[in-house]
Structures are given as C-alpha cells and as structure tokens.
C-alpha cells in the first residue's frame, strides 16, 4: 500500500492537477500540490519530507520543472524525480545536469504508467534505505 | 546519469529512449499489464477505473446542477441548466450502457467538492447565482475535457476510449457556451 507514501507534484495547470492528483490519492498516496516552482520549493520545507517530486517542465515564474528538480536534488540527493512534458526533445541535455535517479514521462500520460511509476520510484527508495 | 523515459510517442522520445536502453537500470512498469485499478467488479486499469469513476461523478453533478439553473437562473443560465441536464442524461446513459455490459458499478455519489458546491449553489440568487454557476460550469468543464481527453489518448479499455472521444465535442460545445455567457454577463455588467 502507498498510504504513507508522500508525492510533491508541481503542474501549473490547475485541472491536471485535479485530475492527476485525485488519481494518486485514490490510489493511497499522500499528494501535495503546487503551481509552481517557489510555491514547491515552500512546500519541500515542510518537515515531514517527499518520497518523490513529480513535476512538469514548462512553468510560469523564474525557475521551470528541469531547475526546480536541480534545486531540489540539492536539499535532497536521494529523493526520486520524475519529470513530465509535451516536448521530449532537447531535454536530454538539460536533465542531464540533474543526477540520477531522475525519470521522464511524456505527456500526455497515462495514469496507469504514472501510478505505477510512482510506486516503483517510492518503493525502491524505501527498500534502499532499509538495505542501507 | 541514469536517464529513464516513459513514453506514449516513440517518435518524439527516441533520443531519450536510446539513453535509457543504455543507462537505464530500472526496469520500468508496463502500463498494458498494469491493472489495478477497479470499480465494482471490473478489473480495469488505473487510467480506465479514474476515468469511470470521475466522468460518472462529473455526469451526475452537471445534471444535478442543470436543474438547479434551471429553476434559479436567469433566461441564458436557465438555458445552459436545461442543456446540462439534456445532454449530460445522455452521456450518464452512455457512460451507465457500458459499465453494465462490463459488470462495472459506478459510483452512486459526487465527490465532496462537488457536494459542496452545489449545497453553495443552491443557498445563493439573482446574479450572484449566475456567475458562480457559470464559474462553477467552467471550472467543471475544463476539468472534464483534460479527463476525457486522457482517456482518449491514454485509456487501454476501447469502448471507454471510443466513449471518451465522441463525448469530446459536446463538452467543448457546454464549454463554449459557458464561456459566451460569461463574457456576455461582464459585458452587460
């Protein structure tokens, strides 16, 4: 079960947000949603932490979806980040300044492939921490 | 870096997915054989079960509030509750046809979000009903078309996908008409 299973998602569009998120807690996980980057970035202070950022890429403000999983990469190596958008090419590059463990979905996606991804990412964390 | 793709357009994604074949160490869930979700009996797919849970919810909750419009509005907002009521009866029949042939139950109740809004809607009058029914309708709708139009891009089940996409254009018809009313209510106002 993902009862306890924390997901940071990060979407600016309000009605995917609704939709991907309502489908997450029917599925057991605890979502926070924010609209963009600086409103993340508040919520990853929060002390009870994230299992998993899931974000998209394009975001109104300063810093879009491929910076914010940088920044937060930083305040925390090993949390898993995947990371969603319309447009796959050039951004190889890009993700490629944010170290591993980092995963792309392309939208639009299925939420049979995200749930599922999502579990894995969170539960694979989860079973290297308790080998560590 | 370990760089894994999921995607739905290979041809979009082939320079990532090369990385993946050559970096990616995880094995990545399949989402053909992914079926968790279910509602009722049917075994369904996340994607699929969300959807049928949500466009039933949705369905009822635009009939429901339709016929509050429909005795409370104003001349226009009363005719955009008589359509929500007409079409979305037709879409919740559809929707209620496939589930049976599947051994699907639907859901019997709206979401609490939705409850509340309509116990909102109900208590208010004169213009400030029309605009939030309209508010309300829009929100509604836009959420709707993003649900209906993954199920038609990313749904496994076919008949719900085929549902999904001839549904498409009546809610962005609704939508459409919402979005006049509201620009003809700031005109006048």
Do not use: C
Request: hydrophobic share 45%.
């Amino acid at each position: 079960m993902a009862e306890d299973h924390r997901v940071l998602f990060v979407d600016d569009e309000s009605v995917i947000r609704l939709v991907t998120a309502e489908a997450l807690r029917d599925q057991g996980f605890l979502v926070a949603e924010a609209a963009n980057s600086d409103e993340a970035l508040a919520l990853f202070q929060e002390p009870d932490g994230f299992d998993i950022l899931f974000t998209d890429v394009k975001m109104p403000g300063k810093i879009d979806g491929v910076e914010l999983a940088s920044m937060i990469r930083h305040m925390d190596p090993e949390i898993p980040i995947l990371i969603a958008s319309g447009y796959a090419l050039n951004l190889e590059d890009r993700l490629g300044t944010v170290s591993s463990p980092v995963i792309f979905i392309q939208k639009p996606y299925s939420l049979t492939k995200l749930v599922a991804t999502v579990r894995m990412l969170v539960e694979k964390k989860r079973g290297s921490r308790k080998i560590n | 870096m370990k760089l894994i793709v999921l995607t739905s357009l290979v041809a979009l994604a082939m320079p990532l997915a090369a990385v993946a074949q050559t970096a990616g160490s995880m094995a990545m869930p399949d989402s053909s054989t992914e079926a968790s979700g279910s509602v009722g009996m049917a075994k369904l797919t996340v994607q699929d079960a969300h959807f049928v849970k949500m466009a039933a919810m949705a369905g009822m909750w635009e009939v429901n509030d339709g016929r509050i419009a429909a005795n409370q509005g104003d001349s226009t907002v009363k005719n955009i509750g008589n359509t929500m009521v007409s079409d979305h009866s037709k879409v919740n029949a559809q929707l209620a046809s496939i589930a049976k042939q599947k051994g699907i139950a639907l859901p019997t109740q709206v979401g609490p979000r939705m409850a509340a809004e309509s116990a909102k809607l109900k208590g208010l009058s004169g213009s400030a009903f029309d605009a939030y029914y309209l508010k309300t309708q829009l929100k509604g709708h836009e959420m709707a078309i993003a649900l209906f139009k993954a199920e038609a891009s990313t749904g496994s089940d076919p008949d719900l996908k085929a549902f999904a996409t001839a549904t498409l254009p009546t809610l962005q018809m609704h939508l459409s008409m919402i979005q006049a009313a509201m620009k003809a209510g700031q005109a006048a106002g």
